[in-house]
């Protein structure tokens, strides 16, 4: 379905949609951002584990494998750009075709790259169509996540906005723990040099089926009670990026450094983590991996701990604890992730753990400052302009920190989100976060 189909396929104003079972809202916005993490955390994995070989050829491991997190980053940078488009036709023609079209784009960029040739095969146009295929993926997820929040969200009855806001949220653990899983299951049926010359391709292209039962889910649901209101009572505006960067300008800087030490606490426990344990603890890549699938079950365990309390004492209040147990936890940084594997669970687990409490929340957070009309250009901007500012280079960064300075200074950098965060999270109004 292309958006200008959408477009007249939206509701007519004074139409009243049947609405959505509570089980179909939350089911929908579940299985799309899982299927949106899976893909982006299959690409994350085999930055470490092959792509520096296949597409970075270089005499220095740690070169190829910078250059590698290099075209990680751009996924980052192509997010706004997905969350100005997506989010333009989300707050005009509505959250579901647009949340489709955003599936459709992550899903074929994904794809793609299980078919892209080596460095060896074509030189350096190589790495320039794997690039490509990066952005494809950050510009379909920029548009993705606010929607799905909304999906949630706006659906939800008086008194449980944290509590389906977290649903979503729990793409990103269940995504992490598919795609990690993939890979480990891969290195235990085939050599490093048979998944070095094509297994790797299995994951991206396995994402066609997932992509199938998105659309499905996704195309059964109707239009959220918020939007067609908005229709109703002729609230939507032309140009809704215009009205967002006009009058809700403090909101997009405060929402997007509240939401730093998440996106930087991630990463580092993540990708940046993976990394290390792979080249310089030198853990073999299965039990790397199954250090990271165990990561992603404590994150999914703590996000709807995190709904909960939230609806028992505020989530402001919640997101201002956990932030200052990440800036404490910092400085556990040298001490756990030294060249043992018991610390270095010690170290995933504890950081999992707060980031369950952090991200299961930051998706209510993060729309709950803007007006329907702009919501879902609003919440997506200040999400992928924190995953500019916390994301992106969070491995590079780390892993640049750490070859120069050692793990104390990795540390410092996730001191440093964390008191950035808190300070937005205070300048915030009650409410506004």
């Known amino acids: 379905m292309s958006l200008s189909d959408a477009a007249h396929a939206a509701p007519r104003a004074g139409a009243t949609p049947a609405l959505n079972s509570p089980a179909k ?19 994350a994995t085999a930055a470490v584990l092959v792509f520096p070989a296949l597409f970075f050829p270089s005499s220095d491991p ?14 980052f940078f192509a997010r706004p750009f997905g969350a100005l488009v997506f989010g333009h036709f989300g707050d005009r023609i509505g959250r579901k075709a647009t949340l489709v079209a955003a599936l459709l784009t992550m899903g074929i960029s994904t794809v793609v790259i299980g078919f892209l040739p080596s460095y060896e095969s074509i030189g350096v146009m190589a790495p320039l169509l794997l690039a490509l295929c990066r952005f494809g993926q950050g510009f379909g997820l920029g548009g993705e996540w606010g929607g799905a929040v909304l999906m949630a969200t706006e659906n939800a009855p008086e008194g449980k906005k944290n509590w389906y806001g977290m649903f979503p949220q729990l793409g990103a653990p269940l995504g992490l723990f598919l795609s990690s899983g993939l890979f480990w299951i891969l290195l235990h049926f085939m050599s490093e040099e048979a998944l070095l010359s094509w297994g790797w391709r299995i994951p991206f292209v396995s994402s066609l089926l997932l992509i199938a039962v998105g659309l499905w889910v996704r195309l059964s649901i109707t239009e959220t009670p ?20 006009k009058n809700h300008k403090v909101s997009i800087v405060l929402g997007t450094f509240v939401a730093l030490a998440t996106f930087v606490l991630f990463y580092i426990c993540t990708a940046y983590l993976l990394s290390y344990n792979v080249k310089v603890v030198k853990i073999p890549f299965t039990d790397a991996l199954a250090i990271q699938i165990w990561g992603s079950v404590v994150f999914g365990a703590f996000i709807p701990l995190a709904g909960k309390l939230a609806e028992r004492f505020g989530r402001r209040e919640i997101l201002t604890l956990t932030t200052v147990l990440i800036g404490l936890f910092s400085f556990l940084v040298p001490v756990l992730m030294v060249e043992n594997e018991a610390r270095i669970l010690g170290f995933v687990t504890l950081g999992m753990a707060l980031m369950g409490m952090t991200y299961g929340l930051i998706g209510t957070a993060l729309a709950a400052p803007f007006p329907t009309r702009v919501r879902y250009t609003g919440s997506s901007i200040t999400f992928n302009f924190a995953g500019i500012f916390g994301a992106s280079l969070a491995p590079y960064i780390a892993t640049w920190l750490q070859s120069n300075y050692g793990l104390a200074y990795v540390g410092y950098y996730v001191l440093a989100a964390a008191a950035i965060t808190l300070l937005c999270i205070f300048a915030s109004g009650k409410g506004k976060v």
Request: glycine share 2%; net charge negative; hydrophobic share 55%.
């Open 226 to 245: 918020d939007f067609q209101k908005a229709i109703d009572n002729e609230e939507r505006v032309a140009v809704p990026a215009v009205e967002l960067f």
């Open 62 to 75: 740690m070169t190829a494998l910078l250059a590698s997190f290099a075209t990680f980053s751009i996924a």
């Open 25 to 43: 809202v939350l089911t929908a916005s579940l299985v799309g951002t899982t299927i949106e993490f899976f893909d982006f955390y299959v690409y």
